[in-house]
């Protein structure tokens, strides 16, 4: 499956791999999401998690990063698109006791999304720790490492990992759906090996409430859905970015992912000096995120 995959990525995304259940409800979410009764439409399943999401959008943009994550025994149909994709997929753990991460994925009328998210296998620290050190050599050629959702204390193992193995890689960290299980030690911990941080609102507000010197140590990337991207400059600095709207919008599942693909693919360009390329990054990001938002599901035909 890897053979043909480069020798030399210059891109490694940790994130999950996950099968997607998306289904949609013609009742707007109140303030606590669908509620208790919810009724929905038929539902489709598709490729998915963020770190699948990532590379896919990643190769779309003529990158071919190398993917950290963990599959179980279901995991056929994704190797095989994966495979496809000609990325390195030296980097997945694989379990044989257990199933691939899932997630089930409700959108309103508004856009409006509730996720339940099972992580799939879980992987002790030490386990995956020993993994990444039979990758270290791939690891070291990184230049730039993007840090999606995973399990808290697998993220900072990584980050760490890469940070005593690879110090002058550009590690962009997107904490997602785990950021308000995060209490402040592990906040401050992960943000200690980050540079950029990406997150949506809900997530911003968590760190602010939490962390909030996160924000002065890390150039900080806020997407606000329809509004405009936010950006926190370590040097007190801050910049906005205008959002087109998007007419015929389909489905809003894996836009942050698209998002933070787009960006990543920019700042690669200059990992030393990445604030050069932050208006292109932005950019990118926007325009992946828009593609994304017009077909079904996280992973658009490419």
């Excluded at 998306?22 to 489709?44: D, Y």
């Excluded at 990643?58 to 990158?63: D, G, I, K, S, V």
């Excluded at 998007?246 to 990992?271: E, H, I, K, N, W």
């Amino acid at each position: 499956m890897t053979k043909n995959a480069p020798e030399k990525p210059a891109i490694a995304v940790l994130g999950a791999l996950a099968y997607d259940h998306i289904t949609t409800t013609q009742t707007p979410f109140g303030g606590s999401g669908p509620g208790l009764n919810c009724k929905v439409s038929g539902t489709t399943e598709h490729l998915g998690g963020c770190g699948g999401n990532l590379v896919h959008h990643l190769a779309a943009l003529q990158h071919s990063p190398l993917l950290l994550s963990v599959s179980g025994i279901d995991h056929a149909r994704y190797q095989t698109a994966l495979g496809m994709q000609n990325l390195d997929l030296a980097g997945i753990y694989h379990d044989r006791n257990a199933h691939c991460a899932s997630a089930y994925i409700i959108s309103d009328p508004n856009g409006q999304q509730f996720t339940a998210f099972h992580s799939g296998p879980e992987v002790l620290p030490a386990t995956w720790v020993r993994h990444l050190g039979s990758i270290k050599s791939k690891l070291a050629h990184c230049r730039l490492m993007l840090c999606a959702p995973f399990p808290p204390e697998l993220m900072l193992h990584t980050m760490n990992f890469m940070h005593e193995h690879n110090p002058t890689a550009l590690v962009i960290w997107c904490p997602g759906q785990f950021t308000d299980q995060m209490d402040a030690a592990m906040l401050k911990a992960c943000s200690g090996y980050s540079h950029w941080l990406v997150v949506n609102t809900h997530e911003a507000q968590h760190i602010h409430t939490h962390a909030p010197e996160i924000f002065r140590s890390n150039t900080t990337v806020i997407t606000h859905g329809e509004a405009a991207v936010e950006v926190l400059l370590s040097d007190g600095r801050e910049k906005r970015y205008a959002v087109e709207k998007v007419s015929g919008a389909v489905d809003p599942t894996g836009s942050g992912d698209a998002f933070a693909a787009g960006l990543a693919s920019q700042l690669l360009r200059d990992t030393e000096q990445p604030l050069a390329y932050l208006d292109a990054a932005v950019d990118a990001g926007l325009q992946r995120a828009r593609h994304c938002l017009m077909h079904h599901g996280a992973q658009p035909a490419l």
